[in-house]
Nanobody, 128 residues
């Protein structure tokens, strides 16, 4: 079992950028799947991006196409999601999730039910 902690949220102006961090409590294996989801008030949780810990294969939602970068600091057990050109539509609580079991097929990476561990979330607010 692992703990997942998100940090890096806050208030950003439209057009700005931010970096979210997802830190786990344990060293991850290369096939651990780590993902970001977000949830806005009154809306269902939606997929943002996912990546295997050990390689740079990424699945990302169309809503962040061309505006994201995913990187990792293996020594700090941390995966970073950088978002740029933010709009008020990006306002949400951002959650990090992890799956320690063998990863499912790529098509399923956007399915919240495949993840076993979730953080508490970090609020991102983009002002008009």
């Amino acid at each position: 079992q692992i703990q997942v902690l998100e940090t890096g949220g806050g208030l950003v102006e439209t057009g700005g950028s931010l970096s979210l961090s997802c830190t786990t409590s344990h060293l991850l294996s290369s096939d651990t799947l780590v993902a970001w989801f977000r949830q806005s008030p009154g809306k269902e949780r939606e997929f943002v991006a996912a990546s295997l810990w050990g390689e740079n294969t990424i699945k990302a939602a169309a809503s962040i196409s061309g505006r994201y970068t995913i990187s990792r600091d293996r020594a700090k057990y941390t995966l970073f999601l950088q978002l740029s050109n933010l709009t008020p539509e990006d306002t949400a609580v951002y959650y990090c999730a992890a799956r320690l079991r063998p990863p499912p097929i790529y098509h399923s990476w956007s399915d919240a039910t495949v993840y076993d561990y979730w953080g508490q979330g970090t609020q991102v607010t983009v002002s008009p």
